[in-house]
């Protein structure tokens, strides 16, 4: 024991010399940075730029989803350009050595603005710091030098702890972070209502602003803490399966007719693709109200986009994959107002438009003659249909009862004409929108029609949230699927963070915790094309090279590696930052284990393996490995000993 030890610390120091442990800030593409990682150890703290209104009554901050930012890097350089309410932001984070970053903030005005001020705020999580200790260096006044958090109140809410620094340290037990200002600047120390924490209000401007004010301000970040490398244990109990799933899938709609036919070629020849959504595209398919639409496609009006929608649908089927079949808008004639409400109302948080319940016969029979028409002429049936995101209106916009009429009056008009296609409940935007399907759920006149539950992953995926869909999906003794799954629905618009290792890490984390909780039939990747693509090079969001993988893609095809037929198996496991999940089709003696380290290099114990199983392939994907076959390990009556790698994903294979 003693010399596996010693091996396991020479592993350690070996690692921790290399490149790709050093200091590593994770900036979010909206600006925030949420730590730095030591030997692959999260440090964490948060940071946002804030506008402050006068007397602190107001706060606004950058956040996800609340600007419209740009992001980019180079080598070691990050680049933020944003701006709040007539204020522009130019951050440029440098890495700095291991756990430094520099940061430099430019502010600009854009017009004349009174405020309490302009801000770099840092959080200090109370997990860490709330024992904790401030200390000021060239503190004024000096009697403020030295702070304890534990007897900062809510009292700071609106009278804050102001002083004037030209840094500060906050230390704790288990953290220290480091901030040097390149000028003394006034720090505003602030306990805020839901904050656990304690938040640092770095000052980048006065209270007046004048337009076309510029200010810049550099901040040093060092970050530290004890560094966690306590094992693992990791304990299955392969006598309880759960749900079945199926594996991995992926959406396939497409918008980019140059570079998509070549990332869903890549990616279905090299990952095993469970489960596939294809787009109907209903405003094409039918645009005319009085022409009927097989008869116009069956004399060659077929729209070229319906035709292509067909035909990936139609390749996805000889591949044996199952489809489902989702519309993303519909024809004009069909809905109440002009098509362009789904957009010109947004601002005011109004979106898409409602189909005229006048026209619904006409409605069931136009999408029901699509469906017709692509199993007559392409061979395909789809399993299940669905609105997308109509608890939202993207574009189509159902209130929960109407979701509810929608399914029995479609789903019976499909029974009539034999489709066999069921309807989808829910393929909501995001988990927080539960409600949406209550009523569905709630009438059993619904029930013979819905063929899966559904929710999209972009937002509120808490573990509380995601056992309310599991819950409702037992209920109803049906599947749940994921049809939707990433992290964040406005990555378009900064593509570069897709190939960041923080992006990759928080995807895969989510997936496996989708897993855990949730048990999906499949989780379906949004998307395998050039849209949120996987894959980088051949112009793929201006990539330069042949096209090829990125960390995202080895995340997906490790988890895609899942055998078939697999249930899912319960397990426990006694570190919070790791995330697993764990499938077995038992009647092949088959399993895999998923295994997301969000920490520093450790041991592993895996432990409630059949007895029969002996052997386990080991994958790895990081930040420079790609489902990299790591070695096989030995498994003794039902326990294996393992490495996880510091910020990565493993998966053991056992065939």
Not at 418 to 438: E, H, P, Q, R
Not at 468 to 480: Q, T
Not at 545 to 565: C, H, I, M, Y
Request: proline fraction near 4%; hydrophobic fraction near 40%.
């Amino acid at each position: 024991m003693k010399s596996i030890h010693s091996l396991f610390r020479l592993l350690i120091a070996v690692l921790a010399s290399t490149g790709n442990l050093s200091a590593q800030s994770e900036v979010m593409a909206w600006g925030n940075l949420i730590g730095i990682r030591v030997d692959g150890q999260l440090m964490e703290f948060e940071t946002s730029l804030s506008l402050v209104g006068e007397d602190w009554h107001s706060h606004t901050a950058t956040g996800k989803e609340r600007q419209r930012p740009r992001y980019d890097r180079e080598g070691e350089t990050q680049t933020i350009q944003t701006g709040i309410a007539g204020i522009q932001f130019s951050e440029v984070v440098l890495e700095n050595g291991r756990g430094s970053v520099v940061v430099t903030i430019d502010v600009k005005a854009t017009k004349d603005t009174l405020v309490e001020g302009v801000f770099f705020c840092v959080e200090l999580p109370g997990k860490y710091y709330a024992n904790g200790m401030l200390h000021f260096l060239n503190a004024s006044p000096a009697g403020r030098s030295k702070i304890n958090l534990t007897g900062i109140t809510g009292d700071t809410y609106y009278k804050p702890i102001k002083v004037r620094s030209k840094g500060l340290i906050a230390e704790s037990p288990l953290r220290k972070l480091e901030l040097q200002f390149n000028a003394d600047a006034v720090v505003y120390v602030r306990k805020e209502p839901g904050i656990a924490g304690t938040r640092l209000y770095i000052a980048l401007t006065g209270r007046k602003i004048a337009k076309g004010q510029q200010t810049r301000k550099t901040i040093t970040i060092k970050a530290g803490g004890s560094i966690d490398n306590a094992p693992v244990e990791i304990v299955l109990d392969t006598k309880k399966p759960g749900a079945r799933f199926e594996g991995l899938g992926g959406n396939f709609r497409l918008q980019n007719p140059k570079a998509d036919p070549q990332v869903i070629r890549y990616c279905i020849d090299n990952m095993r693709v469970a489960w596939g959504r294809v787009e109907m595209p209903w405003q094409l398919w039918h645009p005319n109200e009085n022409i009927n639409p097989l008869e116009a496609a069956g004399s060659g009006n077929l729209h070229q986009h319906v035709r292509e929608s067909m035909e990936i649908a139609r390749e996805l089927t000889r591949k044996g994959i199952p489809l489902i079949i989702s519309d993303w808008s519909a024809p004009n004639w069909a809905i109440l107002g002009d098509p362009d409400d789904a957009f010109r109302n947004r601002s005011r948080g109004i979106y898409g438009y409602q189909l005229n319940s006048t026209k619904m016969e006409k409605i069931f029979k136009s999408i029901a003659d699509y469906l017709v028409y692509l199993k007559q002429n392409y061979g395909v049936e789809p399993l299940l249909f669905s609105f997308n995101e109509s608890d939202l209106g993207i574009n189509v916009r159902h209130t929960g009862k109407e979701h509810a009429a929608f399914i029995k009056g479609l789903g019976e008009h499909f029974a009539s004409r034999g489709i066999a296609t069921k309807m989808m409940l829910g393929d909501n935007s995001d988990a927080t929108t539960l409600d949406f399907i209550l009523p569905a759920m709630h009438d059993p006149g619904t029930h013979k029609y819905i063929g899966a539950v559904s929710f999209h992953s972009w937002r509120g995926c808490d573990d509380a949230t995601l056992k309310k869909w599991a819950d409702a999906a037992r209920e109803l003794n049906l599947p749940l699927i994921i049809a939707e799954g990433s992290t964040d629905a406005a990555a378009w618009t900064y593509p570069e963070i897709f190939y960041e290792q923080s992006f990759a890490l928080y995807e895969i984390n989510l997936y496996t915790r989708l897993c855990y909780f949730c048990q999906p039939l499949s989780i379906l990747q949004w998307q395998l094309t050039s849209d949120y693509s996987v894959l980088a090079g051949d112009g793929i969001y201006q990539t330069e090279g042949p096209l090829r993988p990125t960390q995202r893609f080895w995340n997906l095809k490790q988890l895609a590696s899942t055998p078939e037929g697999a249930f899912a198996i319960p397990l426990s496991c006694n570190k919070e930052n790791v995330n697993c999940a764990a499938f077995g089709n038992i009647a092949r003696g088959e399993y895999a284990v998923h295994l997301v380290n969000n920490g520093a290099l450790c041991q592993a114990v895996l432990k409630g393996l059949p007895a029969d199983i002996t052997t386990i392939e080991v994958y790895v994907t990081d930040q420079v490995k790609g489902m990299e076959k790591s070695g096989e390990i030995s498994v003794i009556g039902g326990t294996a000993s393992f490495t996880l790698h510091p910020a990565s994903f493993t998966t053991l294979i056992c065939k």
